[in-house]
Each structure stands twice: as structure tokens, then as C-alpha cells.
């Protein structure tokens, strides 16, 4: 009885880590893990975020909105925390739904809402 009360306890106390270290809690985020290294995107709800390569504070740009780029923005991470899907165009053209990311160096010209849905690119 003892093993599978303090399995229990460890598997609550990770599910708890996990909740946080995803944003899953009330604070109204969403993150993103880049792959291959420990740095994360926060976003808030209702936002498109574009991390900069150079890693400083990510671009926001309200659902709903459009923004340009020029000359292009260099990023690491696009993270769609909207309820629209979004396209992106650039160096890469993409389409990136509500709740996505996508976590690679190129550079970002364009994010714009999907026009009926989906992207002409």
C-alpha cells in the first residue's frame, strides 16, 4: 500500500510541474518548447507571438490583426495562441492553426489571418 500512495503523490506532484511549466494553469498562456534546447515562448491568449532570434521579448500581434515585416523578421518560434488560423509567409509560407507552433530559424515577412480559412501562399 505504501509504494502506490507515493507513486500516486509523484505522479500529482509531476502532472502539477507539468501544468505550470506548459501554462495550462490560470494564467492565461500558452507555451511552446523550441526544439533541441531549453527555451520557451510564452504567449498570451488571443495572440500570435513571433520570437526573435536574438532572443528578446517576442512580437505580438492581436487576433484578428495583420502585421508586416520589412525588412523581414528573423525568429525561432511562431506560436499561434488564437482561436484563428494564421498565415505566415516569408522565407517559409505556412499555414499555422489556432493552438500551433512552429520552432525553427527563418524569417517573417508577413502574418496575416487566414482568409476563409485557409492560406493562399
Known sequence: MRNRS???RRAAAVG???AVALGT???GTAAAS???DEAVVSCLRGYVCLQPLLGSQPFMVREGDRAAY???LRVTAVVNATNTPYCIAGSLNYPLGPGQTR???HS???VSP???GFCAL
Open 25 to 27: 494553469g490560470t494564467s
Open 114 to 116: 487566414a482568409g476563409g
Open 70 to 72: 520589412s525588412p523581414a
Open 103 to 105: 520552432t525553427y530559424d
Open 16 to 18: 502539477a510541474v507539468l
Open 108 to 110: 517573417v515577412s508577413l
Open 34 to 36: 523550441a526544439t533541441g
Open 6 to 8: 507515493g507513486r500516486s
